[in-house]
């Protein structure tokens, strides 16, 4: 097809006419594969005398074919481009890249991102030759030579060691061109903004370069000296005067203050990287002091003199003050620094800081015209990135922490002057916008005053005088600073409770105040209120009214902070939500149904909506939880979650995933029984895992294992879909792929072991296949956890049928090489005398049930000698669960009885007065390797999860050891005591043969009869003890009925 040709194809994409673009577009698809159609592509492209929205769809075009099918993602897959075509491609885009208007060049941009990170240095030798060649030529020539060195540098930005090393050749070859080009631009007399995108097209190729690491060639002064003396001429230089827009928003996107913008940026990233002077590595530790000692300073002066304009009341854009006082922070802790600072500290921090953390003009303005951008600008963490008034808060929060003792008093003698001021001005001239600054700096010292004398004991006189009129103030940013600062300061230990009930019934007020950024502020503070009240007593009676402004906010605006009070709520109060618990959850689908269209809706992918829709989900799972014990509520809150399910567990739910496989927990382990609706989701989880879903395994196996171990008849009789074929293709699927690792199909082993557990004499027809599979893994892993869960597959398949399954093993030729592999794996040991593989008690469990389902086998099938090996191993088995299972019982009870000292200690309200802040592991008592363990454990909440076992994805082999058996698989084993199996089936075997039994115990030493006879009195032991927990339960549920 020649050019013209498929230039009218292009314009028939473009028809108003549904039948010719659909036509149009079947036609490019069936020649996209045509050899040449790149190239023509790219013809078109560049055709001036063409119409431009058709060079734009042929730029669409290409940029998609070539990201899709320039480097396949299987290394295996042919291209389906062919090498003339590529090498035409990267010839000519080249050259085109420069002729093309700047919509259709931020296209081809991204081709050779595209094409850079497949194909160079490798494919593309030549690349690097041609930047060089034309960063020497004309204007034109040079744009495009930076243009596409941007693209290279970029590719390079985030690597490290080995994959950084093209870097070196891209700086050694470029950066003397730069240079001059820089000194060029640099000389033009009255510059214009095209100059300035030179300039920062510079400024970015550098940051690319130096962002993980300094190039070596900078290591020499003198090359590193004339980069730092253009970027320090470019930090002094006034920005052009003449061509700035007037607009705002057009004036900080302005080339000139985007050259200041990056050269803010480099230094500062200089600084903070690779200026620190306790660097280790000796090189880069002589670079740091040499910054230090020749730039930094100077940069600090510099700073200083740009942010003047913030004082005098002259332009400088949000990101560069931002970028400023990040320096200047970063400065505070570094002793000749700070020296340099003190001196101009006061004009700094009242004359410059303060003013920017106060209300001005652009919050009124957004509050009055656009209070939902108001509410989304505050609480959105990228706005705070960029914030100049979150990086002056945050230099004060560094100023009273690293120099405290000389700054805290001063500056809070300030706030106290400016609420004096506040207090004793007429209404008419009250300074509210320095007010709403004071009382923002008293929120964002929380921690600090907190924890310092005199001003924790006076925390709560000034909420009483400085905060809580505000509740009342006619200027609503007041209202809604007063609700935010009463939140920082819920959790303090008041002394009149009044005071705390006066601040609680005001932030409810505040939810139903006029303005929107009132009663948004209102419920945050809110979240903060109900986790310090022990009394319920304070909410409960308005908690109807609660839960009703609620959900009128969250109609109106989409902010997953609303939804955190929510579930901090729904906590709080447990099983007391039944009576709300299908109205919440109505309210939080709808929620959900309108945060996702509004997400769809968006097309840069910055929405709110989309957090806020993730934290509908969340906080229905926390109501769901808190009924946990109320089933029958389930199945009244199942039609209204079932159309989320479905949806999103398709691709259209990839974002939230994670959290709908939680409901979905719920739904099948709490209900009463599993509904057909809910087994129609079996077949989405499969087909997201067969797809793209391999990520999220760990998450479908809770309700996987939920579906085969709460409707087994279910599982095992329905045919139309079969699940018992279904799961088998799933799992030898996983376990089949070579390019899956052993920590990414950890959960299919668990899963064999649940079909083996709650199908007993159901599945003999799975028992080989699942352990061919088995056995052919095991050979290819490395990992000594996955060694051991295959192992305990074994295990629950002689537990299951050990005749069947010592036969089909002996039918593989494998029973030699398995049992080899098993008593190995059981005579490791860690240097403190514990087992070195299956360290778990389950663990044991599981082996100790599998190893004595073998002993009753007869001779035939299990010889003499090897029966004592499995009964010598089972004893050591049996010893090391029962001192485990003590010491898991011992620290429990140790648990308690800190957890019991905690509650007495605690009053009416919650006070962190005595939190000395440090959060230290030592004076937590968790040591610092366990302590992300210790913890998940407590905080665990999904029930239904806690029954999964945990993936040991880490290479520490112990990385899973302090995972407790209440993280376990509830499953028909639970009931059954190995103690008590082991002697049953020993005493069984002296019974049906005596001679064989007798035999066994002629072979056993003094050590292995004393084992046994302990493991037979415990055993003895643990059937009185079931014995009265049996009684215990039976008194418990007639006492219940009564």
């Not at 009341?313 to 700070?338: A, C, H, T, W």
């Not at 192992?791 to 593989?812: F, R, S």
């Not at 191993?873 to 009885?897: F, N």
Request: net charge negative.
């Amino acid at each position: 097809m020649d050019v013209e040709s498929l230039a009218l194809i292009l314009q028939g994409a473009l028809s108003p006419n549904t039948a010719e673009r659909e036509a149009a577009e079947r036609s490019l698809n069936q020649i996209e594969h045509a050899p040449g159609h790149l190239v023509r592509l790219l013809q078109i492209i560049v055709q001036k005398n063409l119409d431009m929205a058709v060079r734009q769809v042929a730029s669409i075009s290409f940029k998609n074919f070539i990201a899709k099918n320039w480097a396949p993602h299987d290394p295996d897959e042919q291209s389906k481009i062919s090498p003339v075509d590529k090498e035409m491609v990267r010839e000519q885009i080249l050259i085109f890249i420069t002729q093309v208007p700047p919509p259709i060049r931020s296209q081809l941009g991204e081709c050779l991102k595209t094409i850079t990170h497949a194909d160079y240095p490798e494919q593309w030798p030549a690349l690097l030759q041609w930047i060089k060649h034309n960063l020497q030529g004309q204007q034109q020539e040079v744009y495009g030579a930076l243009f596409v060195l941007r693209i290279l540098s970029r590719k390079y930005e985030f690597k490290s060691d080995e994959e950084r090393i093209p870097v070196h050749h891209i700086v050694e070859e470029t950066f003397p061109h730069l240079i001059n080009i820089f000194d060029q631009l640099a000389q033009v007399a009255n510059p214009s903004v095209e100059v300035a995108d030179l300039i920062k097209l510079i400024c970015k190729i550098f940051w690319s370069c130096i962002y993980l690491e300094i190039p070596r060639q900078l290591f020499d002064p003198v090359l590193f000296n004339a980069w730092m003396v253009r970027f320090l001429n470019l930090l002094e230089r006034p920005v052009p005067v003449e061509g700035q827009p007037v607009d705002p928003e057009l004036r900080k996107s302005w080339g000139w203050w985007k050259v200041k913008k990056w050269t803010v940026h480099i230094l500062n990233r200089l600084y903070t990287r690779f200026g620190d002077v306790k660097l280790r590595n000796q090189e880069n530790k002589a670079f740091a002091q040499m910054f230090q000692r020749n730039y930094a300073g100077k940069i600090l002066e510099c700073h200083l003199n740009l942010l003047n304009a913030v004082r005098v009341g002259e332009y400088l854009p949000d990101r560069v003050i931002n970028l400023i006082l990040q320096y200047l922070s970063n400065s505070i802790s570094k002793k000749n620094m700070f020296s340099q600072l003190q001196p101009k500290l006061d004009i700094v921090l009242f004359e410059i800081i303060f003013p920017l953390m106060c209300f001005n003009d652009n919050d009124q303005r957004l509050w009055e015209e656009d209070p939902y951008e108001y509410v989304r600008k505050g609480y959105d963490i990228i706005e705070d990135l960029y914030s100049p008034r979150t990086a002056a808060l945050d230099f004060v929060s560094e100023l009273v922490r690293k120099r405290g003792k000389e700054n805290l008093q001063k500056f809070l003698l300030f706030i106290v002057n400016v609420f004096k001021r506040y207090d004793e001005a007429a209404p008419e001239y009250k300074p509210y916008r320095q007010k709403d600054g004071a009382l923002l700096a008293i929120g964002a010292l929380c921690d600090k005053l907190k924890q310092t004398e005199p001003y924790k004991s006076q925390l709560e006189l000034m909420l009483v005088q400085h905060v809580f009129p505000e509740f009342n103030s006619p200027v609503g940013h007041l209202r809604a600073k007063a609700a935010w600062v009463a939140g920082q300061y819920a959790h303090i230990n008041f002394s009149d409770p009044n005071n705390f009930r006066r601040a609680l019934h005001s932030v409810v007020a505040g939810m139903r105040d006029l303005d929107l950024p009132v009663r948004v502020d209102s419920v945050f503070a809110l979240r903060s209120f109900v986790e310090a009240c022990n009394d319920l007593g304070e909410i409960r009676p308005i908690l109807p009214q609660l839960l009703d402004e609620f959900f009128k906010l969250m109609n109106e605006v989409e902010n997953e902070d609303l939804v955190f009070t929510l579930e901090t709520i729904v906590d709080k109060f447990g099983e007391e939500m039944a009576p709300y618990a299908l109205g919440l959850c109505q309210n939080l689908a709808n929620a959900f149904w309108k945060c996702l269209s509004s997400a769809e809706a968006d097309e840069d992918g910055d929405d709110p909506g989309a957090l806020a829709a993730v934290g509908c989900l969340r906080a229905t799972s926390t109501i769901l939880e808190s009924v946990s014990r109320l089933p029958h509520l389930f199945i009244h809150i199942e039609p209204t979650l079932l159309p989320i399910m479905q949806k999103m567990l398709t691709t259209d739910g990839q974002e939230v995933f994670e959290e709908v496989l939680e409901i979905v927990s719920y739904m099948t382990f709490f209900a009463p029984t599993i509904s057909l609706e809910m087994w129609s989701l079996w077949p989405l989880m499969m087909n997201a895992l067969a797809d793209w879903a391999i990520d999220f395994f760990p998450n479908i196996l809770v309700p996987l294992d939920n579906y085969i171990s709460r409707s087994t008849a279910h599982f095992l009789t329905c045919k139309e879909p079969d699940y018992q074929q279904s799961l088998w293709n799933m799992i030898s699927s996983v376990m089949g792929d070579k390019n899956l690792e052993d920590g990414d199909i950890v959960p299919a082993p668990k899963l064999i072991q649940v079909l083996f557990q709650n199908c007993k004499g159901q599945v003999d027809h799975w028992v080989e296949p699942y352990l061919r599979i088995t056995i052919e893994r095991l050979r290819r892993a490395e990992k000594p956890y996955l060694k051991c869960l295959l192992i305990e597959v074994v295990a629950d398949a002689l537990y299951y049928n050990a005749p069947l399954t010592l036969n089909i093993l002996q039918k593989l030729n494998v029973a030699t090489e398995v049992f080899n592999l098993w008593f190995q794996m059981l005579k490791q040991f860690k240097k403190s005398g514990a087992l070195a593989n299956f360290k778990r008690e389950h663990e044991k469990k599981v082996c100790c049930l599998g190893l004595t389902a073998l002993i009753p086998l007869p001779a035939d099938q299990l010889p003499v000698e090897a029966l004592e090996r499995v009964f010598k191993s089972t004893l050591d088995l049996l010893v090391a669960y029962k001192e485990q299972v003590a010491e898991s019982a011992k620290a429990e009870e140790e648990e308690e009885e800190e957890d019991g000292e905690d509650d007495d200690e605690m009053g009416t309200f919650q006070s962190d007065d005595d939190d000395d802040g440090d959060g230290s592991d030592d004076e937590m008592g968790v040591d610092a390797e366990d302590g992300d363990e210790a913890n998940s454990a407590k905080l665990q909440k999904l029930a239904a999860q806690a029954k999964a076992f945990r993936s040991a994805e880490s290479d520490d082999d112990d990385s899973d050891d302090g995972f407790s058996d209440d993280e376990e698989l509830q499953s028909p084993i639970d009931d059954v005591d190995p103690f008590i199996f082991f002697v049953d089936t020993a005493n069984a075997l002296k019974v049906s043969d005596s001679l064989r039994f007798q035999s066994l115990m002629n072979t056993l030493d003094f050590h292995y009869h004393a084992l046994a006879n302990g493991i037979a009195q415990h055993a003895e032991a643990r059937k009185v003890e079931i014995e009265k927990e049996k009684m215990a339960k039976v008194t418990e549920t007639l006492a219940a009925a009564s």
